[in-house]
């Protein structure tokens, strides 16, 4: 359920976008109420002097409202909370999804305590800041569905190719075979098999040399 208390601050933040793609210096200040917008909008908008022209100005405050919108789901998800949450609590939604000092062998824990049940979960709210739980079909003329786990956002995900960045490759090959034992956790072991075959791509060319 989305977070009720974000709905009073939005027309504030909707009023604020349309000052600032106005280039009015109160749109700025509004925006300051709302600390994750500037660095959100700073990842999607390319041309800030396009942002701010005074031509088009309703296609242009709805534009930066969807780039917004698309940012935040790349870092936090699909959930409604965590978009919103993502937008006017920002530092602590990156806080708490930063895994700049979580190890992979803690990774693999939360991963697999995930897939086999929320029950068996320590810490039920980190696991789901960085995973998700993902309905698969099992068929066309089959009943129910199957659950795989996957990255939360694609922010999320980038940080673990960066933690894979400083792991050997008997740690990588380590990560993909444990990953691969369970079927709800094949599509993480993916984001494995790439970075692996990239360094030994790069380490056959540099022998080569």
């Given at each position: 359920?989305?977070?009720?208390?974000?709905?009073?601050?939005?027309?504030?933040?909707?009023?604020?976008?349309?000052?600032?793609?106005?280039?009015?210096?109160?749109?700025?200040?509004?925006?300051?109420?709302?600390?994750?917008?500037?660095?959100?909008?700073?990842?999607?908008?390319?041309?800030?002097?396009?942002?701010?022209?005074?031509?088009?100005?309703?296609?242009?405050?709805?534009?930066?409202?969807?780039?917004?919108?698309?940012?935040?789901i790349s870092h936090?998800?699909?959930?409604?909370?965590?978009?919103?949450?993502?937008?006017?609590?920002?530092?602590?939604?990156?806080?708490?999804?930063?895994?700049?000092?979580?190890s992979l062998e803690r990774l693999r824990e939360v991963a697999s305590s995930l897939a086999v049940g929320l029950g068996g979960i320590e810490e039920p709210e980190t696991s789901t800041r960085i995973f998700a739980l993902f309905p698969v079909l099992r068929g066309r003329y089959v009943d129910g569905v199957d659950w795989k786990v996957d990255f939360k956002s694609a922010w999320v995900a980038k940080q673990f190719m960066d933690l894979l960045e400083a792991a050997d490759d008997d740690e990588v090959r380590q990560q993909i075979s444990f990953f691969k034992r369970l079927p709800e956790t094949n599509d993480i072991a993916a984001y494995l098999v790439e970075p692996l075959i990239h360094r030994m791509l790069a380490d056959t060319h540099s022998k080569d040399l």
């Open positions: 359920m989305c977070r009720l208390y974000h709905q009073s601050h939005y027309p504030t933040l909707l009023a604020a976008l349309k000052l600032f793609c106005e280039g009015s210096s109160e749109g700025t200040r509004l925006l300051l109420q709302f600390p994750g917008t500037p660095e959100l909008l700073k990842e999607q908008l390319q041309d800030e002097e396009e942002l701010s022209a005074n031509t088009a100005v309703s296609a242009h405050w709805q534009n930066a409202l969807d780039c917004l919108l698309d940012t935040s936090f998800g699909f959930a409604a909370g965590d978009v919103y949450g993502g937008i006017f609590q920002f530092q602590q939604h990156t806080s708490d999804r930063n895994l700049e000092h979580m």
